[in-house]
């Protein structure tokens, strides 16, 4: 049995004492730069065009990956999680960057392992660097061809393969934990937490996981068709810090859905919602302090322990969710009745 680690610790009483404040999105950020295709390649010797690979700036432009972290920070963010969502073998073939995939991690890490650092230091809070994982552009539960649904362009011990690598640079990198975001199939997140079983198993040294669920429709599943409770009672067995909703919607839109898992999840749970839905242009419109009062009310109901920002939310909007929770108790987490819990596409309970 390995024990939990400092950090690990450390973070399961402060999440115990507070609603902890996540980061929000670092490609909103970047677009917000203006940067142009030279920005993203910089010195690196590629054919393909790197406009759009936010990943990368990790490696070309630190600063300013630095700098937007610096800002979450200020915003009073306690958890910075890396810029590394599409940082894995997959999705950079798209950039024809899979042999950077490691420098690119390691880089991520590194960065906000020292912003954090720095702001810890500054005022004595502890702050927690979790290495990000997107769902990559492949899904393991779905075919893409309609006439052939038993075909997968990938398959279990390969996402797992890809996710491994991924998480070995983020962990050399000097992250915390893993998160496992953006879920939209299940076992595309089961794979990744399986990677990190395995590393944690090679180092003999904790390797904990948060998992975050996304919704791809307003009657609460995601795109492999599961519901929240059928995803929690598929992925329980990893022990996750945290579990919970990122993206999908605004707040408005989650709310059921965060009473649903609150309601029936026995881990701390981590929300981080959209800056309300999109408009006709593809942009949030919702102001910072509208988030920030759904958030309170989410917190005065003690349906979350921590939360944070996903598209379209800026560190304003962090700001106000960080002084919309801070006077407020975290959710008590529940003693779950044993029973027998099953899930397909639905969960199942027999007590």
Same mark, same amino acid.
């Given at each position: 049995?390995?024990?939990?680690?400092?950090?690990?610790? &450390?973070?399961?009483?402060?999440?115990?004492? *507070?609603?902890?404040?996540? $980061?929000?999105?670092?490609?909103?950020?970047?677009?917000?730069?203006?940067?142009?295709?030279?920005? @993203?390649?910089?010195?690196?010797?590629?054919?393909?065009?790197?406009?759009?690979?936010? $990943?990368?700036?990790?490696?070309? *432009?630190?600063?300013?990956?630095?700098?937007? &972290?610096?800002? @979450?920070?200020?915003?009073?963010?306690d958890i910075l999680a890396t810029n590394s969502f599409n940082a894995n073998a997959i999705s950079q073939a798209d950039? =024809?960057?899979?042999?950077?995939?490691? $420098?690119?991690?390691?880089?991520?890490? +590194?960065?906000?392992?020292?912003?954090?650092?720095?702001?810890?230091?500054?005022?004595?809070?502890?702050?927690?660097?979790?290495?990000?994982?997107?769902?990559?552009?492949?899904?393991?539960?779905? /075919?893409?061809?309609?006439? $052939?649904?038993?075909? +997968?362009?990938v398959d279990f011990d390969g996402v797992k393969a890809v996710y491994r690598e991924q998480i070995d640079a983020l962990?050399?990198? =000097?992250?915390?934990?893993?998160?496992?975001?953006?879920?939209?199939?299940?076992?595309?997140?089961?794979?990744?937490?399986?990677?990190?079983?395995?590393?944690?198993?090679?180092?003999? +040294?904790?390797?904990?996981?948060?998992?975050?669920?996304?919704?791809?429709?307003?009657?609460?599943?995601?795109?492999? =068709?599961?519901?929240?409770?059928?995803?929690?009672? /598929?992925?329980?067995?990893?022990?996750?810090?945290?579990?919970?909703?990122?993206?999908?919607?605004? &707040?408005?839109?989650?709310?059921?859905?965060?009473?649903?898992?609150?309601?029936?999840?026995?881990?701390?749970?981590?929300? @981080?919602?959209?800056?309300?839905?999109?408009n006709d242009m593809g942009a949030y419109d919702e102001l910072p302090e509208t988030t920030g009062g759904f958030i309170?009310?989410?917190?005065?109901?003690?349906?979350?322990?921590?939360?944070?920002?996903?598209?379209?939310?800026?560190?304003?909007?962090?700001? &106000?969710?960080?002084?919309?929770?801070?006077?407020?108790?975290?959710?008590?987490?529940?003693?779950?009745?044993?029973?027998? +819990?099953?899930?397909?596409?639905?969960?199942?309970?027999?007590?």
């Open positions: 049995m390995i024990a939990p680690s400092e950090a690990e610790a &450390a973070f399961n009483a402060a999440i115990a004492e *507070r609603i902890l404040v996540k $980061d929000g999105p670092y490609g909103t950020a970047v677009q917000a730069l203006g940067l142009v295709e030279a920005d @993203y390649r910089g010195q690196l010797s590629v054919n393909l065009d790197q406009k759009g690979n936010n $990943d990368v700036l990790n490696i070309t *432009r630190p600063e300013a990956i630095a700098g937007i &972290a610096r800002a @979450y920070l200020d915003a009073g963010a950039y =024809g960057l899979e042999h950077l995939v490691g $420098d690119i991690n390691r880089a991520a890490a +590194r960065i906000l392992r020292a912003e954090a650092d720095a702001a810890t230091a500054r005022d004595g809070r502890r702050r927690f660097v979790v290495g990000a994982l997107g769902p990559t552009n492949k899904t393991l539960s779905l /075919s893409p061809k309609v006439e $052939d649904p038993g075909y +997968r362009e962990l050399e990198g =000097g992250v915390d934990f893993i998160l496992i975001e953006t879920v939209f199939d299940t076992l595309n997140a089961k794979a990744a937490a399986f990677a990190a079983m395995e590393a944690e198993e090679a180092r003999q +040294r904790r390797v904990p996981v948060m998992l975050s669920m996304t919704l791809t429709d307003l009657a609460g599943r995601n795109l492999s =068709g599961q519901t929240v409770e059928a995803f929690w009672t /598929s992925i329980a067995h990893v022990k996750p810090l945290t579990v919970g909703l990122n993206c999908s919607f605004g &707040a408005t839109e989650l709310r059921p859905h965060v009473q649903t898992l609150a309601a029936r999840v026995d881990s701390p749970i981590l929300v @981080y919602p959209n800056a309300g839905l999109p309170r009310d989410w917190a005065e109901q003690g349906l979350i322990n921590a939360v944070g920002g996903c598209c379209g939310t800026t560190p304003a909007h962090i700001a &106000a969710m960080a002084r919309a929770v801070a006077d407020l108790p975290p959710r008590a987490v529940p003693v779950l009745t044993p029973a027998l +819990r099953l899930s397909g596409l639905e969960a199942a309970v027999f007590a």
